[in-house]
Structures are given as C-alpha cells and as structure tokens.
C-alpha cells in the first residue's frame, strides 16, 4: 500500500517533468507544423502582409471593401496581420521564425533598410521592379529625385514609396490662423512675422472670442509639437529652412552655397528661439506647451473657441467644429525678409512597401503593389470604384452618399472603404488636391503663397547613408535631439538667458559629435548629388 | 535551539530526514522547475551585451564585441545625469517610502475602534489597486497650471501658478509623493500583519507598570517588528537603481527631461525604440550588477549589526 503510494507519486512528479519538457517540444512541433500547413495552404495567389492596424476607426483589412475588392481583381489573396503600436514591435517582429511575406505601412529608416538588406532580412528590389512592376519603374526611370531617395548607400533599393507629387497637399505644414478673431480685431493676415507676433499678442489681450473672459491662447497645440511644427516653420523664416521637413527633423538645412549646414547651431536658430521665447513670455505662445496638453484636451479647448493659432497640414485636426475658422498660412517673411516652406520630399514615404526574405514570390507581390502607382489604381485607392463608393457629378467623381453624410466626417466615412485617405504613408501615388477635394464636393484651397519662390529650393529625402554612418551618427543624433529637446524648453520658457548661454550650448553640442555629425552629412550629401 | 536539535539529527539522519520530508522535496520540485524555465534559462540572453544583436543571426550567431556596448555607454554624453536622476529618485523613494508604512501603521494599531480601525485602513489602500496610467492621468489633471485643483488653490491664496510637472526640480516630489499616496496604504499591510503576532499579555504587563503608549510602542511593538522592517529594507534596497519604468515614461516630458531620463526609460528608448538591443542590454546588465552589489552589502550590513538577514 505504502510502496505504490509512494511509486505514483514518483510517478506523478516523474510525469510532470516530463509534460513539461514536452509541453516545450510539443510546442514547438506544433508551431512548425502550423507553418508548414500554412505554407501548403499558401498558393502562389496568396501573400501575407504585416501592417498598422486602424481597426479602432475602421473595418479589419480583411473586412475592407477595398481589399475585398482588389482581391476580386488582381486575383491576390492577402492574409493580413494588423498590429498597433507598430514603431515599437516591428525590430522586434525581426526575430520571428518565419516573417510575414512584406512589412505593409511600416515605418523603418534607411539605416535600417540597408542593415536589414545587407543582413538579408529585406529582398533588394530594384531587378523585380523592373520586371514585375512597370508603373513605378517609370517613376524611377522619369523621376531622378524619386530612384536617388529610394536608393540605398548599397545602390539598391529595399522599399516601394509613398509618394506625393503635390507641394499643396499633405506635404506641407502650414500655420491657420483664427480668421474670426482676425477680423473681430480687424487685423490682416499676417504676412511677416513680426505681424504674426503682433496678432498673437492681440488674440491673447484683448478678448477676440467676445466672452469677456481671458481664455484665448495664442499658438497652441499639444504639448511637444512646437519643435516639430512651428520652430521648423520659422527656420524658413529665419533663413536656416532651406532642405525640408525631413532635411530639418535631422537638423540640418541647406545652405547659399550649397552646402549641408546644421540648424541647431545657427545664429538664425539663435533668432528662432528668441522669437519663440518672446512670445512665450508674452503668452503669445501657449504656456503649456511643452507639458500637460494632450490631442484631447487641445481639440475641447478649440470648440471653445480659445484657440488662436496652430500647425498642421490640413485643418481638419482641430476638429470639425471649429476648422473653418482658419485661414492657412504657408509662409512668414523673416526680419530679413526670407522665406521657405515646410515642406517635404515628394519621396513622403521612402519604406511603404518592404519584401521580407521569406516572401514565396516577391515577384507576385510587387505586381500587386505596382497598380497603386498607375493612375487607376490611385483613384482606387483613394475613391474606390465608380457606382461603388463614388459617382460622376460634372466631370467629378464625387464620393457616394453614405460616405459624404458620414457621421464624423467624410475623410473617416471614406476610411470605411477604402484605405489610401489619409495620406498615410501607403504605396502609392497620391492624387492632386483637386481631385480629392472635389470627391468631398469641395473645392481644393489656393494658395496664392506656396511658389516656386516660397518652397525650399531643394527639399531632400532621408540621406542615403552607409552602414557605418548610420551607426556612428545615430547615437549622436539621439544625444542632440535629447540635448536640443532640453535647451529648447529653458531658452524658450526663459529659465536660460539665451544671448549668455549661447556659447555654452554650442560648445555642448560640439561635445557631443556634432561636428562629426555635419562632416557625415555633408559626405552624404555629396554622394546623394553625385548619383 | 532549534538549530541544536537539528545537529543532533545530522549526519546519520540525513537520508532519513530527507525520505521523512520527501512530500515537500516532490512539492518543491513544480516551482522550482518553473523557476529554472522561465528565470534561468532565459539569462544566457545577457550575452547578447557583449555581442551585436541582430534578429538575422540570432543570439548565438551574431558576432561577438567584447565590451563595446559598455564602453559606449560609460562614455555616453547622458551617462552621469541619467545614473544621478535615477539614485536621486530612488534613494528619495526609499528614504520616504521606507519609513512611511510603518509609521502609519503604527498608527493604526493604536486605533482601538475595531470597525473604524478596518474602514481607514481599506481607504489607505484602495489607491494600490489604481493603474499606474490612471494616476498619472490624476497628477497631470490635478497639477495642470491652467485648470488644476492644487493651482487654483495656489491662486485663492494669491500664489503664482506653479508648473509642477514641466519643472525639472519638482519632478522627483511630484514623482515620489504621489507614489507614496498611491502605495503607503498597502505597505503598511505586512507591518499590520506582524503586529498582531505580538502577545497581547507585553502590553498588559507593560501597561500595570505604568508605561505611556509611546513607551509601549517603543520597547514592545517596535523590536516585536524590527525583523520585517530589516527584510523589507534590504529588499527595496535591492532594487534601488530600478525606478518604476512606467511611471517615468508617463510622466515625462522635454520639459523635465532634465531630471526625469532615468536608467529604465534610457534603456528603452536606445533598446526598443531605436532597436539597439544589445547596447540596452548592457546597460540592463550594468542596472542589475549594481542592485546586486547593492544588496549584498546592505545584507552583510544587517548581517553585522542585527540578528536578521536575508541570508
């Protein structure tokens, strides 16, 4: 009695163990087994994509008309994988068994591309594109600017591109202005910045909205915007703007004589943030801005009406309430009379589709993708199909009912359809301004200030940069973004006198390879010309 | 005495005490097979520090670098700040944090009304069970310079509004006392518990003497509790350069950034956002070597001057 007690407990534990060792094994079995069947169920119609998941706005992938659609059409099945936060899991998604066939609207720099190409993670692209997908190898063929920000240090390419012929669209980040409060004051548009700072002050003085309580702010937006939206706007302003808004979120500028220059150690950064400082301290310049105000709080206090001035590409993100209260602004005239837009690369996305080297038939997939660059499939991508989600009206197409009585809006009201809306970074064409416009049955906004004389004469694509480059520069791009992040906040908010600790942050920035830096850019630069 | 009794039994009775206990050997052997799975085994990861990680070759195969990842991050330009806001507010968290709960819990084994006694000590740690997210939430909104509670407050009484979570030297109060409001109540829990071990009769014996109740807690309860408050000292002295990661990474911003970049959000922003995993590595490597250190000696420390310690 005792004995066999004592054995099934033996037993017992012995059987555990050996669960969980199994239990591992067994696992792991089964998780290849699972990729095997997979695989088999996979025909050479059938492709998986990883990509952000929207689906708290929208339909699942899956469920989308659109892809419901293009699967009728190109005969492709996609087996999407929709993942939120994806900036933060995509390294990590690396280190999976078997990678998804392509990274769908993922976001990776060109330093990770060619680490990851080079690695033979990502499939080079350049000889399927040529054979498989002849609407963007036109692109590259007819656009230099296009093949030289696409190519990799290497010499090829990883990625398909979002791109976005269209300086009046979504690549530009332009400054509304509250045009009530405007002409509650009867006041003009402002045209310079010293009438911009003028206008501001008098938002916040002297009760524009009319309800006899103080709470007009000047410039406000959620708090951490201001380095990314307004600073780099007035770096045009101030003569350190010439390169666009990618060329400035690296901190560098180009410049009279052509070459690369840095931003944050300028003497027309030094104006900027006296600018900003001044206003600041005037309260021209929300206090809070650079703590404390979320996306939500700002877009309740806008139905206020407490809002005087902000960033952004469109108006709809102060919310459909308030956004016709304001006027854009493209550019201010600088104290010396300078001026250039913020305004991107026509290369907007340089990593929109990415092959992984577990991709059956790269080939299938690039054909898939490469009607979005073709005329048609721009107008799929954004209108979807005639008599479907859209109509002819006087030669417009013109989204269906539904879409443009959507309850929240007819950008979201076409996200329930179709998925190229937002300019998001997708593989694909973007359409004019026109013609979007006119799919809500409105008419695109002119802007008599956005010339050839106001753009940045040269806007540039993330700079090809070798493996080592990439590695040296990165960690010191981390450290002055840190640092300028920092000093940004004591110049403007006026903790730090900024004439008296000038030297000082320089001499900081020097100390963190800032010099090495520029040397790597300018290098880079070079070679992006030469090509 | 106990430990006298046991040598009697040793070393003849080895085997026979281990077949005597050998129920809990077999018990023993479920967590400690989960220990070895999910604990140990994992920790040959920390190669990956002296090596430069990348998901296409793998742990094993990615090339070996030696030290280079310590090197970088010793001479980093941000090292000395993020090493001082990280002891600045844990050794600020530790000094408050530790003799918070069991002053409050002294206080609370005073309370001689039973039922009031329950109520008050279930307020004080409801907020443990609030989610980390949820207080900041309730920090910003009641610190906020424009429409916060404690700054209206301020300015009834004539004060100019203070930024308490854009200034770089309010940060660390900010931080630390609202962990405390947030944790002081559950802490006291443990302190609770080893009081109500104490025989009632001390008290009493006490009390015919005529002892005042402050002489009575200082000669009765607090050696009564002096082992837990050792063991818990030691153990949050263990993890004194681990600040609550969460925590600091909602609370930050470029406006406090000056105080407020602590080991663990330095970590994850080279680790996870910028994908060096093996420079985060190290510098996780370097965090847990020092809580290690640490340990060690405040548990030799005790090991010298009290009778208890952890080992």
Not at chain 1, 343 to 359: P, R, Y
Request: glycine letters at 8%; aromatic letters at 12%.
């Amino acid at each position: 009695m005792f004995r066999s007690r004592k054995g099934k407990v033996v037993l017992l534990g012995t059987l555990m163990m050996a669960l969980l060792v199994t239990g591992c094994g067994g696992n792991s079995g089964g998780s290849t087994e699972n990729n095997k069947s997979s695989e088999s169920g996979k025909t050479s119609s059938s492709i998986s994509f990883l990509r952000p998941s929207w689906n708290n706005l929208r339909p699942a992938s899956k469920d989308l008309w659109m892809w419901q659609e293009y699967e009728k059409m190109s005969g492709v099945q996609v087996e999407w994988e929709e993942l939120s936060d994806i900036g933060e899991k995509k390294n990590v998604i690396l280190t999976r068994k078997q990678l998804p066939d392509a990274f769908y609207q993922v976001d990776w720099s060109n330093g990770e591309l060619l680490k990851y190409g080079q690695q033979g993670l990502f499939l080079p692209l350049e000889d399927l594109i040529k054979e498989h997908a002849p609407n963007l190898q036109k692109l590259l063929d007819e656009n230099e600017d296009i093949r030289k920000g696409l190519t990799s240090a290497d010499g090829h390419i990883y990625a398909t591109p979002y791109l976005d012929p269209y300086p009046e669209g979504n690549r530009t980040i332009r400054l509304y202005i509250n045009k009530k409060w405007l002409d509650n004051l009867g006041m003009e548009v402002p045209k310079t910045t010293a009438e911009l700072e003028e206008a501001l002050n008098a938002f916040v003085t002297q009760d524009p909205n009319g309800n006899g309580v103080n709470d007009e702010q000047g410039w406000y937006m959620p708090s951490g915007s201001l380095g990314w939206t307004f600073e780099q706007m007035m770096m045009g302003s101030f003569g350190i703007g010439n390169g666009g808004r990618k060329a400035l979120g690296n901190f560098i500028y180009v410049d009279d004589n052509d070459e690369i220059q840095l931003t944050i150690a300028s003497d027309g950064y030094k104006e900027v943030l006296k600018y900003e400082n001044r206003m600041y301290e005037s309260g021209a310049i929300n206090k809070q801005a650079f703590s404390g105000v979320d996306y939500d709080k700002w877009t309740a206090d806008a139905a206020k009406d407490t809002v005087g001035a902000w960033n952004w590409a469109a108006p709809d993100y102060i919310g459909e309430s308030v956004k016709n209260d304001f006027v854009p602004i493209n550019v201010l005239a600088g104290p010396d009379g300078d001026t250039a837009s913020l305004t991107d690369s026509q290369v907007a996305g340089a990593s929109s589709l990415v092959i992984t080297k577990d991709a059956k038939d790269p080939g299938a997939i690039l054909k898939w993708v490469d009607y979005f660059y073709s005329e048609e499939g721009s107008v799929f991508g954004y209108l979807g199909k005639e008599g479907v989600t859209y109509n002819m009206e006087d030669s417009n197409m013109v989204y269906i009912d539904e879409i443009l009585n959507y309850k929240d809006g007819i950008g979201l009201g076409a996200f329930q359809y179709v998925d190229n809306v937002y300019g998001g970074y997708f593989p694909y064409i973007e359409l004019s301004p026109e013609i979007r416009a006119a799919a809500g049955r409105q008419e695109a906004p002119v802007y008599t200030d956005l010339t050839e004389e106001t753009l940045p004469g040269v806007t540039l694509p993330d700079l090809p940069a070798t493996q080592e480059e990439a590695n040296e520069s990165s960690s010191i791009v981390a450290d002055l973004g840190n640092y300028v992040g920092q000093m940004r906040v004591e110049f403007v908010t006026g903790t730090k006198d900024i004439d008296q600790e000038w030297d000082n942050y320089i001499a900081q920035l020097k100390k963190m390879g800032s010099d090495k830096y520029l040397q790597i850019k300018q290098e880079q630069y070079k070679r992006y010309k030469e090509s | 005495m106990e430990s006298s009794v046991r040598k009697k039994l040793l070393p003849s009775a080895k085997g026979k005490s281990f077949l005597k206990q050998r129920w809990l050997y077999i018990m023993m052997l479920l967590p400690l097979t989960s220990l070895i799975i999910w604990n140990y085994i994992p920790m040959y990861g920390i190669i990956i520090s002296f090596k430069d990680y990348s998901p296409a070759f793998g742990i094993l195969h990615s090339p070996w670098v030696g030290f280079d990842h310590f090197e970088r991050f010793f001479n980093a330009f941000y090292f000395k700040d993020v090493i001082i806001n990280t002891l600045r507010i844990s050794l600020y968290s530790l000094a408050v944090g530790v003799p918070l709960p069991i002053i409050l819990a002294l206080m609370f084994n005073e309370i001689r009304n039973k039922k009031y006694k329950s109520i008050v000590q279930t307020i004080s740690y409801i907020p443990n069970f609030i989610s980390v997210i949820i207080i900041v939430g309730m920090v910003m909104f009641f610190t906020s310079p424009v429409d916060g509670v404690i700054n209206a407050v301020i300015q009834y009484f004539g004060g100019e509004p203070i930024d308490f979570i854009g200034n770089p030297r309010l940060f660390p109060h900010v931080f630390v006392w609202s962990g405390i409001w947030q944790s002081v109540g559950w802490g006291t829990l443990i302190y609770t518990a080893a009081m109500s071990g104490i025989p009632q009769d001390q008290y009493e014996a006490a009390y015919i003497e005529g002892a005042s109740r402050l002489k009575c807690i200082w000669y009765i309860t607090i050696p009564a509790i002096m082992p837990t408050i050792v063991i818990c000292t030691i153990l949050a002295t263990g993890s004194v350069m681990s600040v609550g990661f969460e925590k600091v990474l909602l609370m930050q911003n470029d406006a406090n950034l000056a105080t407020s970049e602590v080991l663990s959000t330095y970590m994850y922003k080279a680790g996870i956002l910028n994908a060096e995993y093996s420079f985060s590595a190290a510098v996780g490597f370097f965090n847990n070597l020092i809580n290690f250190i640490v340990l060690y000696l405040v548990n030799k420390f005790a090991q010298k001057f009290s009778e208890t310690s952890l080992w």
